[in-house]
């Protein structure tokens, strides 16, 4: 049976590395990390990798890759950073809001008794600050995402430019090798 670390490394630590080696296009690269900061900051607890599901999904639509392993090794490492992120999101949203006299104080004490009595009644209350708090995030999404394509294409083409010069030099000391009269000289690397 394999272990949990042979597990992730197979399954998460690999594929980062090949990323980070230039095995992945750098523009799939890029756009991964965009995504999986976006999603992994979805403001709320239990919905980030659906969210980074769905929003892998909508690039994939329109034909656009992503990487699985990346988006999702930046959503389970932002789960705390996501959790804490939850009252800047609200009152971004508050900010937002066009009606400030239906706004009910966010208060993390007076939420985990609403929700303690139902789900129902924490929509009816809070409903409208998450709505705002959603679209905060939303607008929040978009602008990390297409900052993290641009700003983490450079060097993530740099990586990919590396791995074709070194693909080169060994393909050319391999074309060296089997060369016939280099051979019989014995003038092989």
């Given at each position: 049976?394999?272990?949990?670390?042979e597990?992730?490394r197979?399954k998460?630590?690999g594929?980062?590395?090949?990323?980070?080696?230039?095995?992945v296009?750098?523009?799939?690269?890029?756009?991964?990390?965009?995504?999986?900061?976006a999603?992994?900051?979805?403001?709320?607890?239990?919905?980030?990798?659906?969210?980074?599901?769905?929003?892998?999904?909508?690039?994939?639509?329109?034909r656009?890759?992503?990487n699985v392993?990346?988006?999702m090794?930046l959503n389970f490492?932002l789960?705390?950073?996501?959790?804490?992120?939850?009252?800047?999101f609200v009152?971004?949203g508050?900010?937002?809001?066009?009606s400030?006299?239906?706004a009910?104080?966010?208060?993390?004490?007076?939420?985990?008794?609403?929700?303690?009595?139902?789900l129902?009644?924490?929509?009816?209350?809070?409903?409208?600050?998450?709505m705002?708090?959603?679209?905060a995030?939303?607008?929040?999404a978009v602008?990390v995402?297409?900052v993290?394509?641009?700003?983490?294409?450079?060097?993530?083409?740099k990586?990919s430019?590396?791995?074709?010069?070194?693909a080169?030099d060994?393909?050319?000391?391999?074309?060296?090798?089997?060369?016939?009269?280099?051979?019989?000289?014995?003038n092989?690397?």
């Amino acid at each position: 049976m394999r272990s949990t670390f042979e597990w992730l490394r197979g399954k998460i630590v690999g594929p980062i590395s090949a990323a980070l080696r230039g095995d992945v296009p750098a523009e799939e690269a890029a756009l991964s990390v965009g995504v999986g900061f976006a999603g992994g900051m979805f403001p709320f607890i239990g919905a980030t990798t659906p969210v980074c599901v769905l929003l892998m999904s909508v690039f994939s639509l329109f034909r656009v890759s992503t990487n699985v392993p990346i988006v999702m090794a930046l959503n389970f490492a932002l789960a705390v950073p996501s959790v804490l992120a939850i009252p800047f999101f609200v009152k971004m949203g508050e900010r937002l809001s066009p009606s400030e006299g239906d706004a009910v104080p966010f208060d993390v004490s007076g939420l985990q008794d609403t929700l303690s009595k139902g789900l129902g009644l924490t929509f009816r209350v809070y409903g409208h600050m998450l709505m705002w708090g959603f679209i905060a995030w939303s607008i929040f999404a978009v602008i990390v995402i297409l900052v993290a394509r641009t700003v983490l294409i450079v060097p993530f083409t740099k990586l990919s430019s590396r791995k074709r010069i070194d693909a080169a030099d060994t393909g050319v000391a391999d074309h060296i090798k089997q060369h016939p009269v280099l051979r019989a000289r014995g003038n092989t690397p």
